[in-house]
């Protein structure tokens, strides 16, 4: 089972480019959500979906897009990169009361 | 808006210590408390609680939710090194969903 996979893993962008960040998982999980984690800040809520169709917007989702076509995808784009997104990236997916499952992590430099 | 507070931010502790961690939190209609580790990558899950289950036991590692003081602590016992990481607190609410809103974290560290 491969759980919730990421991809990249390591990326360097230059202020005002664009980039997605890959989401996946074969849980048949319901839920699924981004975080961003910075130092002295624990995970903070970006986006989140309870389902294929539906998405809102969670803590700090100024700058970050998501959709949900399929219960199994759900991907980050980053629409002009700017330095303050430079950060590591977590998806994380569960069922809807349940633990959540977290990806391996992306991490962003924005230069 | 859902809140959590851990303490401490960072502790330093010897091999053999226990060590009590300490989560509060504010929740519209507390659904669940969880707790994870975090060592250099992604968090691992550690524990749920709820109304229905306020204590929870694997191995050196225990934690406790007291609904009347909106708060839960996570206990290890005879750390070892391998215990370092971050413990991460975070609840969800009725109302917010499956939103989990997380803490801040406490730094571990247990020297030899």
């Known amino acids: 089972n491969a759980g919730v996979t990421q991809t990249p893993k390591f990326q360097v962008l230059k202020t005002g480019q664009s980039m997605t960040l890959q989401c996946a998982q074969d849980?048949?999980?319901?839920?699924m959500s981004w975080y961003r984690q910075d130092p002295g800040m624990g995970l903070r809520l970006i986006h989140y979906s309870v389902g294929a169709g539906i998405t809102d917007q969670g803590e700090v989702p100024n700058g970050y897009n998501v959709s949900r076509s399929t219960t199994e995808d759900f991907p980050l784009r980053l629409l002009s990169a700017a330095p303050s997104q430079t950060s590591v990236y977590f998806c994380?997916?569960?069922?809807?009361?349940?633990?959540?499952?977290f990806g391996e992590g992306s991490r962003l430099t924005v230069l | 808006e859902d809140k959590v507070v851990q303490s401490p931010l960072s502790l330093v502790v010897h091999e053999g210590d226990t060590v009590t961690l300490n989560c509060s939190y504010e929740?519209?209609?507390?659904?669940?408390l969880l707790w994870y580790k975090q060592e250099k990558k992604a968090p691992t899950f550690l524990f749920m609680l709820?109304?229905?289950?306020i204590e929870k036991k694997s191995g050196r590692l225990s934690s406790i939710l007291d609904k009347k003081e909106l708060s839960s602590i996570l206990n290890i016992t005879a750390t070892q090194t391998g215990d370092s990481a971050i413990y991460l607190c975070a609840v969800r609410g009725q109302t917010s969903g499956s939103r989990l809103t997380f803490g801040e974290g406490t730094q571990l560290t247990v020297n030899p």
């Open positions: 994380a997916s569960s069922y809807m009361t349940g633990e959540l499952f």
């Open positions: 709820t109304s229905s289950g």
């Open positions: 929740v519209t209609n507390f659904r669940s």
């Open positions: 849980m048949n999980h319901e839920y």
